[in-house]
């Protein structure tokens, strides 16, 4: 019998189990896992290096359906984005300020009805004269009420306007998952350290960070975000992940010693300001230039990837 273990028979041994035994233990591991204690640095590792091995076996094998009881593919996944849930931030998963779909608090209540018809989203945020100062958000349910006639059609949009939540950038994902289950919100404003709009986030996003997309028929096809052209040339969205462009393109266009996440990002650090259409910029690490094709002023949107040159004596050597 392990240390610790209740013992056969006694009901009072199981009330209180020793947290130096096996379900003390693990119990004690999990929450450290759930909630960032440094006793969960063992148990985090023994989960990653148990995935790594298991992914590591010949691909022949891992191809077949997974034994009985065993954990498929997509599960292995999940529990991986589990273990790293705990260390992203709010502003790490966020929708960009510059993507937010929002409603000025004047507006009138069919220009609420037409913004929910074209954007298709469930919540819309409502701010007062810039996107700085979001009073609250209207829950397309509650236009509904007034499109069936169950409530008068308003004067304004303001009595349909709920409290959302207000979070610092930096607050961790998981924190903000308990929160917003235990007050039943399903969306988040997020605010830069100036109290400023950072960006916004819901509840789909942060359970999506788990188990993946999570696409409705209504949502659009996802497009590419990194395109192959002739002569070695990359239209890409500026969106695409600096990662997903080391892998795909150059591992050298990942270097930067900034905390640039993105193709945007990096057009933004090299120019010094938002970029124009129509300007090239070299990153020197890569010798890869970036030629932007839009921006809306605020941040660049598309870009073309020009290849290094390459000299006649190097090609020579």
């Given at each position: 019998m392990a240390e610790g273990s209740p013992k056969e028979g006694s009901r009072e041994s199981t009330k209180e189990p020793d947290s130096s035994g096996h379900e003390g233990g693990l119990w004690s591991g999990l929450k450290s896992l759930l909630f960032g204690e440094e006793e969960a640095h063992s148990l985090r590792k023994e989960l990653e290096e148990a995935l790594d091995e298991y992914d590591?076996?010949?691909?022949?094998?891992?191809?077949?359906?997974?034994?009985?009881?065993?954990?498929?593919?997509?599960?292995?996944?999940?529990?991986?984005?589990?273990?790293?849930?705990?260390?992203?931030t709010v502003d790490d998963v966020a929708l960009p300020r510059a993507d937010i779909?929002?409603?000025?608090?004047?507006?009138?209540?069919?220009?609420?009805?037409a913004l929910f018809a074209e954007a298709g989203h469930s919540r819309v945020p409502v701010y007062r004269e810039t996107l700085d100062t979001i009073v609250g958000m209207v829950h397309i349910r509650d236009a509904f009420a007034v499109l069936?006639?169950?409530?008068?059609?308003?004067?304004?949009?303001?009595?349909?306007?709920?409290?959302?939540?207000?979070?610092?950038?930096?607050?961790?994902?998981?924190?903000?998952?308990?929160?917003?289950?235990?007050?039943?919100?399903?969306?988040?404003?997020v605010l830069d350290e100036y109290s400023g709009t950072e960006g916004l986030l819901t509840f789909e996003d942060l359970v999506e960070e788990i188990v993946g997309e999570v696409e409705d028929e209504h949502d659009?096809?996802?497009?590419a975000m990194l395109i192959?052209?002739?002569?070695?040339?990359?239209?890409?969205?500026?969106?695409?992940?600096?990662?997903?462009?080391?892998?795909?393109?150059?591992?050298?266009?990942?270097?930067?010693?900034?905390?640039?996440?993105?193709?945007g990002g990096l057009a933004f650090v090299i120019a010094g300001r938002v970029p124009e259409p129509g300007e090239i910029l070299e990153h020197e690490e890569s010798g890869w230039k970036l030629?932007?094709?839009?921006?809306?002023?605020?941040?660049?949107?598309?870009?073309?990837?020009?290849?290094?040159?390459?000299?006649?004596?190097?090609g020579d050597e």
């Open positions: 590591g076996e010949d691909e022949g094998e891992r191809s077949a359906p997974p034994a009985k009881g065993d954990l498929s593919a997509i599960e292995r996944q999940m529990v991986r984005n589990l273990l790293h849930f705990s260390e992203r779909v929002a409603i000025e608090e004047k507006a009138s209540f069919e220009e609420l009805a069936a006639g169950k409530v008068p059609v308003p004067d304004s949009i303001a009595p349909l306007i709920r409290q959302p939540l207000y979070v610092p950038e930096s607050m961790g994902a998981l924190d903000l998952l308990a929160e917003m289950r235990a007050k039943r919100t399903h969306l988040a404003i659009d096809a996802p497009e192959p052209l002739d002569d070695g040339l990359w239209e890409a969205d500026a969106r695409a992940e600096l990662d997903d462009v080391a892998e795909e393109i150059d591992a050298k266009l990942g270097d930067i010693e900034e905390d640039v996440d993105t193709l030629e932007i094709l839009d921006s809306d002023g605020r941040r660049v949107t598309r870009l073309r990837l020009h290849p290094p040159v390459v000299r006649e004596d190097e």
